[in-house]
């Protein structure tokens, strides 16, 4: 279950990848600076909330909205930066979520210091179940629950809400779009925000079961990308199914054979690109 743990923590982080990709079709790098981010802040939030006095067993709620709560960085990083280069070449574009990883590494490290920072002592608050013989942290399967539910909710939001079908037309078509009156800057606003809040409450949700640690976005990094060219640019589903495989690849190489950790997942994405170069997924809209 570890496995499924840590893929439902890289879907939250991939999803947010795909969306911004599939509407604003930018390659965001800054996606595992935003979950470092996420887990820093959680880890404050958590910790001003045990030190007022807040009872442990309601670490959770302090954590979660403190995830979606610094997602909001998104809008000042789309506004200020990142709407000067839409209409550039995308070297520009992934040059720039370059320099913005740069940055929010060396701000990480300017307000939470060098020191990993964790919640561990409470990682066990709610217990422990047996599933399939194995002792699971009850935690873990309430992020797998809340990973699901955020799943469902987001293809509720593209099918079922007007902004989804906003979102959908503005994905397909900009110019057409745009000139049926489409507020493209605000959808762009509303988009890049909601990815980014994906990937922080990831790296909040993620932080009881382990320590942040300003780096921990770049070893992020790596494994969306390769959720993404297994599941497919810009696919949600393939974002789903990636981080599924993914993530259990890793869970049984690390107990095999550690080792082999990374390199079984790069055999994978190797074996992608040479056949299927779209992904599994890959053509399907965001």
């Not at 709620?61 to 990083?77: N, Q, S, Y």
């Not at 913005?100 to 179940?129: F, H, I, K, N």
């Not at 992020?143 to 539910?149: C, E, F, H, N, R």
């Not at 503005?170 to 605000?186: K, Q």
Request: neutral net charge; aromatic residues 10%; charged residues 10%.
């Amino acid at each position: 279950m570890s496995g499924v743990f840590h893929a439902a923590i890289l879907f939250l982080v991939a999803a947010g990848l795909q969306v911004v990709f599939g509407v604003q079709k930018i390659f965001n790098l800054a996606c595992g600076s935003f979950y470092a981010l996420g887990a820093y802040v959680g880890v404050s939030a958590v910790q001003a909330f045990t030190a007022a006095g807040g009872p442990p067993w309601l670490f959770v709620l302090p954590l979660a909205a403190a995830g979606l709560g610094v997602g909001a960085v998104g809008v000042i990083v789309e506004r200020g930066l990142l709407r000067f280069v839409y209409d550039r070449d995308e070297t520009f574009q992934l040059l720039l979520t370059f320099a913005v990883v740069l940055m929010m590494e060396d701000a990480l490290r300017l307000t939470w210091g060098t020191a990993p920072r964790s919640t561990s002592a409470l990682y066990l608050t709610y217990g422990q179940v047996r599933l399939l013989g194995a002792a699971v942290p009850v935690y873990n399967l309430i992020v797998i629950g809340a990973s699901l539910a955020i799943a469902l909710g987001i293809g509720w939001l593209l099918t079922r809400t007007v902004f989804g079908r906003i979102i959908r037309a503005t994905a397909d078509n900009r110019e057409m779009a745009e000139a049926l009156g489409v507020d493209i800057g605000r959808v762009y606003a509303r988009v890049f925000t909601l990815g980014t809040a994906l990937g922080t409450l990831g790296g909040a949700l993620v932080i009881p079961a382990t320590a942040a640690m300003s780096e921990m976005g770049i070893e992020l990094i790596v494994e969306a990308f390769a959720v993404v060219v297994i599941g497919g640019l810009g696919s949600m589903r393939g974002a789903f199914v990636g981080a599924l495989v993914v993530g259990i690849l890793r869970s049984v190489a690390i107990s095999v054979y550690p080792e082999l950790e990374m390199l079984v997942i790069y055999l994978i994405v190797i074996a992608v690109l040479v056949l299927r170069p779209r992904g599994l997924f890959g053509g399907a809209a965001a």
